[in-house]
């Protein structure tokens, strides 16, 4: 079989596991396939046992860590590795930044006298609203004269959402002088020039403003200049009051960061972080002298997967954690003691760098040459597509040439190479002529002429159906669109033809679903039955009832509207509400199901749901069936209605899982940048000559400059230099031509590029000046035929690439629709789902009302902590020596070094000598496991899961031991008490090993405070197992699991 012409570097990057690679991975090849290579390369190494559990795989979205997880997964499998490599690869780390970092913060935060647990917060309008109204005064940092002068020209609550805004991003501290004077006399000399007044009128407005300013007013606008913005006396008016809005830049950021660094300790005061504090207080943790140093010993090895989507906190807290231990300062800086050996990779791509305003593109490049100039580092490059057939190759190639260029900080172009039996595929060149489109003697705005474009080209793909677009079904078609609004456009005009369509969306939440919005307000009124406000939301969006209707019924009084009691009714309004108190009436004392299904049957929910546009809302009766089977969840765990009600308004902003409709059979709609990182067969990309205007966020706000990534605060277009304007301009046209490289390579067998300039160009025939088509032009006024080379029609397409298998046609009969009995008996057994039971303490379901109160971590807890990780990494065949060694390695890192030495003095003596470990320790052949993770099928409703401390096996003679370690204060008289508690913890460990492997099991605590192993007795575990196989679910998980309240 053919190589790639890279493949000699895609085998470097898998196999030189002493090497720091930064893989420069173009479009289509296969950066994903290139990592799992990689950690299948450190499973078959000798090491891989001690290495997997350290492995650190991070992606940008959880969506793609679970794929890369998964993947390497069942490579691992087919490769048929010692069973305790597939059990560290079970240890290892597969995430985001964002995961990661609390990962970190969990072990230890502590260092940082951080709260725990820590819950993430998403949506903090109401932690903002009580941290705002409990601030009395802001601006401590500043002297009494200059916040009295800076609040004169800004209000309090601006300083306040300047703060909100910045989030955890590193405002930094300017070093503030005192305000400086104001002197305009040169304004003033100014005079009008002939005809005109601006100047005059703009020194009167100035007059005016200095009385103001001299007189002390409370509160200063700005005063206005009349006169264009590119005259010579604007320019001077600017000069003159560049020092003192310089000044109040400066002063506004030393608030903000004031505002900024109370609102983290007001999160972290209730036990709540943001995505950014994950990152932020990551990184303190990293500057810490003692917590940088315990995390660098963790010897982590990270992947970076999408490496050019990476903020330079996110780089920093990668690249600090796999240092060397005794490292100090920061890397980047200082250059001294970089990553170790294999521990750093990165994989990504400059061309698809798409969010400037997050990632810093010079800071990947500064991280990128730091890694390669480094003894240990390397590039490497991937240039192989094995996505675009051979036309799409040398269009991209042909296109992007000389767009991406490395020239003024835009990033140099990797030329794509073709795949071994690379496919021939097709560029379709579109033309629009607008005289056969728009109407004539019309002036059109801009989303009219959209209209009439989505139109036409919804024709166009109808007429050209899915062998010209070398497609084998619908939703392996895609139409990709930098702005969310313009696919609604497209959607709507294809509709209209009758195709099916799928608008793709991260940020959907789940409230935007009727089945969602429409069954949380029948809940809620059915647990609230006066909220008049809920009830006539449910009268008007469900039950279809008139604003003027309404409006009768209510005779200004809203307490009409009530459903707690029954009253007769004759009218639209009135019986309607009758038969919702009936409903409300019979669904008391029902259990949650029974309660939900009775209110969906009685209002005909379903029937209603299913009555909306399908092309629009095509899952409804699926999503309405998925709250069903969460209603019987929430029944099996105590829940009642009103708190099920509770729980749906509570996660109604909450964002809904991305669907790719895999299972419809529709046409893509999706943004270019959502589809970075995805591929269909044929790909549209329409809208090319429409204006792109960047978004403007209202003043004040903070801006970004592309060239240091320094956050300045803005109050007016003057207070942005013209050196800041044209290179943020600069950056925003580059970062759009990257998102059309991104667009034009989603598609394995065609594109078709619209060429729209006729629709949307000037009267002059020129381009609009942010139009895509004008960056895939080089700045060119108009389109010339530049893409004729590489392009064809859709005319001169005859028959269906061979590059696409048709599609297999449907053997069998058709499956018989289901009926109303079937789905209704389907519709019950929904509740009978598999529900899981963890009794290990350290699962990461913690319980809802732990979650709520954040809690310091105490002396226990961490020393808890220590022990466990002490034990994790005993070398059990290393003997007693080998064991005090790595106690004595570990000691300055406990928390209370005091105990944990007259601890180890009672736990060494018994360690290694007791007899029921020591039968396993005679044996060379005995298999030694620590954080043993399992699962165990109970029955057909519960499975038990969980994490095992130690586990300890002999296959030969068919024996098993299970060591629970602990670590609590116990003495001697309370042994068997002690005992007692845990036992039903550790018959649940048994049960479970013992079903499974079929052996003989025994299972006991180590108590460190003891020295000693307590076993239970085989006969003592059966006759507990009888007594709590008898409970029902929800009691036996909080009798196996003594230690969810308490850690350790």
Same mark, same amino acid.
């Given at each position: ?174 070093? =503030? ?243 071994? @039996? ?22 059109? !705005? ?158 005909? =929910? ?104 320094? =956050? ?27 998102? =059309? ?57 005859? @028959? ?35 529900? !899981? ?212």
């Amino acid at each position: 079989m053919v190589k790639p012409r890279d493949e000699s570097l895609r085998a470097r990057f898998a196999s030189e596991l002493d090497r720091n690679f930064s893989v420069i991975a173009s479009a289509g090849s296969g950066k994903t396939t290139a990592i799992t290579q990689r950690v299948l390369s450190i499973a078959h190494s000798p090491h891989a046992a001690e290495t997997l559990p350290h492995l650190v795989v991070v992606t940008f979205t959880n969506r793609a860590a679970d794929e890369m997880q998964q993947r390497t997964r069942q490579a691992l499998l087919e490769e048929n590795l010692r069973p305790e490599v597939q059990t560290a690869f079970n240890r290892a780390f597969f995430g985001t930044i964002h995961s990661f970092c609390m990962k970190l913060l969990t072990d230890f935060g502590h260092y940082l006298g951080l709260p725990a647990p820590l819950e993430l917060v998403q949506d903090d309008d109401d932690l903002w609203q009580e941290f705002a109204q409990k601030q009395t005064r802001i601006g401590r940092s500043l002297d009494d004269e200059d916040r009295a002068t800076l609040l004169r020209f800004v209000q309090a609550r601006d300083l306040m959402e300047l703060a909100r805004r910045a989030a955890s991003a590193v405002l930094q501290m300017p070093g =503030l002088s005192p305000c400086p004077p104001l002197d305009f006399a040169e304004v003033y000399q100014q005079v009008d020039q002939a005809g005109r007044d601006n100047i005059s009128k703009s020194q009167a407005e100035l007059r005016e403003w200095e009385g103001r300013f001299v007189a002390d007013w409370e509160y200063l606008r700005w005063p206005v200049c009349f006169t264009a913005a590119n005259a010579r006396f604007t320019q001077l008016w600017q000069e003159k009051f560049a020092p003192l809005r310089k000044w109040i830049c400066d002063a506004a950021t030393c608030v903000a960061a004031e505002v900024q660094h109370d609102y983290l300790d007001f999160r972290l005061d209730h036990g709540l972080v943001t995505y950014g504090d994950q990152i932020a207080l990551a990184e303190e943790l990293l500057k810490h002298p003692v917590a940088a140093q315990r995390i660098r010993e963790e010897n982590f090895r990270v992947i970076l997967d999408e490496a050019q989507d990476t903020e330079p906190l996110q780089f920093s807290v990668l690249l600090e954690a796999t240092r060397p231990p005794k490292a100090s300062g920061a890397w980047l800086q200082d250059r001294h003691l970089g990553p170790r050996p294999g521990h750093f990779c990165m994989v990504g791509d400059f061309q698809q760098s798409i969010y400037w305003q997050r990632a810093d593109l010079n800071y990947y490049r500064a991280v990128h040459e730091a890694l390669i100039s480094d003894k240990h580092g390397e590039s490497l490059e991937f240039a192989v597509t094995f996505r675009l057939d051979q036309k799409q190759l040398d269009f991209v190639n042909a296109t992007f040439r000389g767009i991406l260029n490395n020239k003024d900080g835009q990033v140099p172009f990797v030329e794509l190479q073709p795949r071994p @039996e690379i496919l021939p595929g097709k560029v379709i060149g579109l033309p629009l002529v607008a005289k056969e489109l728009l109407p004539e003697g019309k002036k059109l !705005k801009d989303y009219q002429k959209a209209r009439f474009e989505a139109e036409y080209l919804a024709r166009w793909i109808k007429d050209a159906g899915l062998k010209k677009l070398s497609a084998d079904s619908w939703r392996d078609v895609a139409i990709l669109c930098p702005r969310k609004a313009w696919l609604q456009t497209m959607a709507a005009a294809l509709r209209r033809v009758g195709l099916p369509v799928a608008i793709q969306s991260e940020r959907d939440v789940k409230g935007d679903s009727p089945a969602y919005a429409w069954l949380t307000a029948l809940l809620t009124i059915m647990t609230d039955p006066l909220n008049a406000y809920e009830i006539v939301g449910v009268l008007r969006e469900i039950f279809g009832a008139s604003d003027h209707d309404l409006a009768v019924f209510s005779e200004g009084q809203k307490t009409r509207f009530r459903i707690d009691e029954i009253v007769s009714a004759t009218g639209r309004i009135s019986s309607v509400l009758h038969m919702l108190a009936e409903i409300r009436q019979r669904a008391e004392g029902l259990a949650l199901f029974d309660a939900v299904t009775l209110i969906i049957e009685q209002t005909q =929910l379903r029937e209603r749901l299913l009555l909306l546009p399908a092309t629009e809302f095509a899952d409804l009766a699926r999503e309405l069936d998925a709250l069903v089977a969460q209603a019987a969840e929430a029944e099996a765990n105590g829940m009642i209605l009103a708190g099920f009600a509770e729980q749906l308004r509570n996660d109604f902003a909450s964002p809904r899982a991305v669907r790719f409709s895999a299972d419809d059979n529709a046409i893509q709609l999706i943004t270019s940048q959502k589809a970075k990182g995805s591929e269909w067969q044929a790909v549209i990309v329409p809208f090319l000559a429409r204006e792109l205007r960047p978004p403007s966020p209202p003043y004040p706000h903070l801006v970004k400059s592309p060239v240091n990534g320094e =956050l300045i605060i803005a109050f007016g277009r003057e207070d942005k230099s013209k050196d800041l304007k044209e290179a943020i301009e600069r950056a925003q046209q580059q970062e759009l031509e990257r998102l =059309l490289y991104v667009a034009t390579t989603r598609a394995r067998h065609s594109v078709v590029i619209v060429l729209d300039q006729e629709i949307f160009s000037s009267n002059e025939g020129r381009l609009p000046r942010t139009a895509q088509l004008r960056r895939l032009l080089r700045d060119k006024d108009s389109y010339s035929g530049e893409f004729d080379q590489h392009s064809s029609t859709i005319d001169e397409i005859l @028959e269906p690439s061979p590059s696409v298998r048709q599609a297999p046609q449907k053997k069998g009969a058709e499956i018989e629709p289901l009926t109303s009995r079937e789905l209704k008996g389907a519709t019950k057994r929904a509740s009978e789902f598999v529900r !899981k039971i963890t009794p290990s303490t350290l699962d990461s379901d913690v319980p809802a009302e732990v979650r709520t109160q954040a809690r310091p971590d105490n002396l226990a807890t961490l020393y808890g902590r220590w022990w466990h990780k002490f034990f994790e990494r005993l070398d059990w065949k290393g003997g007693i020596d080998s064991a005090q060694k790595l106690f004595e390695e570990k000691l300055p890192s406990s928390p209370d070094p005091k105990a944990a030495a007259k601890d180890w003095n009672a736990t060494r003596r018994n360690l290694f000598s007791d007899a029921s470990i020591a039968r396993f320790l005679a044996n060379d052949e005995a298999l030694f496991h620590a954080e043993f993770p399992f699962s165990w099928r109970r029955n057909d409703r519960s499975v038990l899961e969980g994490l095992i401390d130690s586990i300890m096996i002999n296959r030969e003679a068919g024996r098993c031991l299970l060591v629970d370690w602990k670590t609590n204060e116990v003495s001697s008289s309370d042994a068997e008490i002690f005992r007692a508690r845990y036992r039903p913890q550790l018959v649940a460990y048994w049960k479970a090993v013992g079903e499974i492997t079929r052996l003989e099991v025994e299972a006991g605590l180590f108590s460190t405070a003891l020295g000693r192993l307590l076993l239970y007795s085989a006969e003592e575990l059966q006759i507990e197992w009888d007594r709590l196989e008898q409970l029902p679910p929800a009691q036996l998980e909080g009798e196996i699991r003594p230690d969810a309240l308490d850690d350790f």
